[in-house]
């Protein structure tokens, strides 16, 4: 069984787990707070940051897990999909170790990773099963059949719920990014105060543009008849907005696991960390009779031990690659 170091810097953090015979031995996540005060991720920076942080994460992470770079079996990165910039330091970093060190390199898939977290901790979900992944920039029902075989059968056709999530925090003046934020407030708000049109889309597919704007309008419209309307009921608008967005999401993967007559359902990626999400997704597995599974906080927003994880099953399939590999922005599925 493989020692593996992985590494991880699509977006903006930058991550070094170690895994040793299929088990987590650190997980060391540097976040990036240079973008707060722009509202977004820059790239640019995110990738410069990446380059101060990427050392001492790596070194942090073989120390905790107490491991040599003798030790290891194989050096495994992020490949994609994620920013150019970013993915650019952790695979450059990930090629020239592997190098320096002769050991065998492993590319993974950011989105695979994010369903693999699973695996991480016990019970783990059997297959097949229904994973439906929520993050910043993908919003997919996953069908997995095996640790490297799973397809996509639905996906959003515009943004990805954690856009709708950000945009609409930054709506209502919350620093970047809002989703948490959102995720507070909603606690102690009314679900059912507001409510907002909701797209209807083909099959599988979601779609959140169109909610995206109502939101605008709406905030827009209850401003101008009371400037003081977001201070007044903020706790209500981010739990109506949550409230709309967890039943999109819940609504389809309640038809996938109906059409597929498969019963074994999980949450993965950033999103999956809200609480709202947890809560509704429990409710609706013990309708359904569902067996249901949800990570760990730390192992829902981007984070190297589920790229280790990934890269533990591909190791034992014996999937490397060579040194001409390049990172690719939009890798497919
Ligand atoms: O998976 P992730 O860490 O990065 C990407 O690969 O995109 O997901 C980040 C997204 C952001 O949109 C963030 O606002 C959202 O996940 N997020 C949340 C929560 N925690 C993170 N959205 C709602 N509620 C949360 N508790
Ligand atoms: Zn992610």
């Not at 990036?32 to 050392?55: C, W």
């Not at 491991?67 to 079996?73: R, S, V």
């Not at 930054?170 to 995720?183: A, C, Q, R, V």
């Not at 309640?254 to 999400?277: D, Y």
Request: charged residues 15%.
């Amino acid at each position: 069984m493989p020692v593996i170091l992985a590494i991880e810097s699509s977006c903006d953090e930058t991550s070094a787990a170690v895994i040793r015979h299929g088990q987590v031995r650190s997980n060391v996540v540097a976040n990036q707070t240079v973008h707060v005060q722009y509202g977004g991720v820059v790239p640019e920076l995110a990738s410069r940051a990446h380059q101060q942080h990427i050392v001492p994460v790596v070194s942090q992470a073989l120390a905790q897990a107490q491991t040599a770079k003798t030790e290891l079996d194989a050096i495994a990165f992020t490949r994609g999909p994620g920013l150019l910039g970013s993915l650019l330091v952790g695979g450059s970093f990930a090629k020239a170790l592997a190098l320096g060190l002769a050991k065998p390199l492993i590319e993974v898939h950011h989105m695979h990773a994010h369903v693999l977290a699973h695996f991480i901790e016990e019970p783990q979900p059997q297959f097949p099963f229904i994973c439906l992944t929520v993050s910043g920039g993908h919003t997919q029902l996953v069908l997995v059949r095996a640790p490297l075989d799973m397809t996509i059968i639905g996906q959003t056709q515009d943004d990805a719920v954690g856009e709708a999530f950000d945009k609409a925090a930054k709506i209502l003046g919350l620093p970047y990014p809002g989703g948490p934020l959102i995720d507070q407030h909603a606690q102690t708000g009314n679900p059912e105060a507001f409510s907002f049109p909701e797209v209807q889309t083909p099959g599988l597919n979601f779609s959140f543009s169109g909610i995206k704007t109502a939101f605008l309008y709406f905030v827009q419209d209850k401003t101008r008849q009371n400037p003081d309307f977001v201070t007044e009921h903020l706790s209500d608008i981010c739990a109506s907005m949550q409230h709309t967005l967890v039943k999109i999401l819940l609504g389809k993967l309640r038809r996938a696991a109906r059409e597929l007559k498969i019963n074994e359902v999980a949450i993965a990626g950033g999103v999956s960390a809200n609480r709202g999400l947890r809560q509704a997704l429990r409710d609706l597995a013990n309708r359904e009779g569902w067996r249901v599974h949800v990570p760990a906080f730390q192992y829902c927003t981007d984070n190297a031990a589920m790229i280790a994880m990934a890269a533990h099953y591909k190791y034992l399939a014996g999937e490397f690659v060579g040194q001409d590999i390049s990172p690719e922005p939009r890798l497919a599925f």
